[in-house]
């Protein structure tokens, strides 16, 4: 069913309140197909969750949310098994499935909201994971052509928080099916320090696959706001990764800047450091209107993420995610890059 000129407001975690046009699930590859026969020439976006965007307008065009669901084992053997998800299925019901079944891999990555189709859009990680380390392949449809290509891990082009459908395939396919491979034998990655602590502070030595996302999940929890309460999309920008030299200049100043090794010459830093730095952490504006008052910001106990009280429009988060960029460039000659997809 098509629906004319709805609120996308509960379709984004930052609830936006914009309308789109025309609106539709799709639940198969076949009901896809047919709706972009209908919908020739018309402006397109496909949605999952909705927690990776930040709507700046009205959406004049057709807005499609993915509910292409299943997940099934398609091959195994000894060590390995390859589990099969539809996209339109919620990251963290895929990553349960993975722990009940005893398959790890995803762990790390509990808890991120979203679709597993828009998981591999931008490779996300989060505690030492990213999704190439357990990505096989996926199914995506062409628009243009209307046929599925299949994607395999080198020809994703995976980067840290980029995939090859946010750069040069942007806006061309639609991902359906996304394979990974998961390991039976519980090779779990603990070197993330927060995670070795809330282990160690539970008591727990050897841990399970659950006991690692219980870990995360925790950690998760005491430091990122809730969509359901409070309206984010998670990291508004990328940590950026610098030239040593200009790091050198930054600890020169503030001794106790954070970094991370990133390849010969180069260094990553927090960019909810430098933008706690800069003074703007648990910044709050608030503005009248009419009867309400509206309230957004930067939260109180991550810098990075850009926060709606309710009622703040897109383009007012954005214009506070331009001035902190701006702030940031001033202050340490570091030109940071909104992770956020702003639509
Ligand atoms: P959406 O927001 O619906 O879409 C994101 C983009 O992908 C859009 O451009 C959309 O058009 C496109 N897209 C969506 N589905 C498809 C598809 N099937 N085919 C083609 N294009 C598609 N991310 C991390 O990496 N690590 C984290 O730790 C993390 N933590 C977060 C915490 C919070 C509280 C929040 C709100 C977000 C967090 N995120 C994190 C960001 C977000 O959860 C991920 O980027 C997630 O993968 C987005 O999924 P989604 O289905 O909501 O995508
Ligand atoms: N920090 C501050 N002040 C803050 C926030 C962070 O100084 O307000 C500094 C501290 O030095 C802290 C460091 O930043 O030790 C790292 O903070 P944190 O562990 O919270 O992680 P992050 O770098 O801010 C990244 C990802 C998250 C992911 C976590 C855990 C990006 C852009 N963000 O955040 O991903 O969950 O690591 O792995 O890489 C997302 O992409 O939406 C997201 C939430």
């Known amino acids: 069913m098509i629906s004319e000129n709805i609120s996308l407001k509960p379709y984004n975690t930052f609830g936006i309140d914009v309308n789109a046009h025309f609106f539709s699930t799709f639940d198969s590859v076949e009901k896809l197909g047919q709706l972009l026969k209908d919908f020739q020439h ?3 976006l496909v949605l999952g969750g909705g927690s990776n965007i930040l709507m700046t307008k009205h959406f ?5 949310r993915n509910e292409i669901k299943g997940i099934e084992v398609v091959s195994e053997n000894e060590n390995e098994v390859i589990v099969k998800s539809g996209a339109g299925e919620v990251w963290h019901e895929f990553v349960l499935f993975c722990i009940e079944n005893g398959f790890a891999g995803v762990e790390n990555l509990s808890l991120i909201p979203g679709s597993v189709g828009a998981s591999p859009m931008q490779n996300i990680g989060a505690y030492g994971v990213e999704i190439k380390q357990v990505f096989e392949k996926l199914e995506a449809f062409e628009i243009e052509t209307g046929t599925t290509h299949t994607f395999d891990n080198e020809a994703c082009e995976f980067g840290y928080r980029e995939s090859v459908f946010k750069r040069k395939l942007k806006g061309k396919f639609i991902i359906t099916q996304v394979y990974f491979k998961l390991s039976k034998s519980s090779a779990l990655n603990t070197t993330y320090g927060a995670i070795e602590t ?5 008591g ?3 841990p399970t696959i659950k006991d690692v996302s219980d870990a995360v999940i925790a950690i998760r929890r005491s430091k990122l706001p809730d969509p359901k309460e409070i309206g984010n999309a998670g990291s508004f920008f990328k940590n950026p990764v610098i030239d040593e030299s200009r790091f050198l200049e930054i600890r020169s100043k503030f001794p106790e800047a954070p970094s991370y090794p990133a390849g010969e010459g180069k260094v990553k830093m927090p960019a909810g450091w430098l933008i706690e730095t800069a003074g703007w952490k648990g910044k709050t504006i608030s503005k009248n209107e ?3 008052e509206a309230k957004y910001g930067v939260h109180k106990n991550q810098a990075l993420v850009l926060v709606n009280y309710g009622g703040a429009t897109g383009t007012e988060i954005f214009d506070l995610s331009t001035n902190i ?4 460039s001033n202050k340490f000659g570091v030109e940071l890059e909104r992770e956020v997809n702003i639509i």
């Open 325 to 328: 960029l701006k702030s940031i």
């Open 60 to 64: 004049d065009g057709l807005v499609l």
């Open 198 to 202: 809330e282990l160690k502070s539970n």
């Open 290 to 292: 009419g009867n309400s």
């Open 204 to 206: 727990i030595e050897n």
């Open 42 to 44: 018309v402006p397109l």
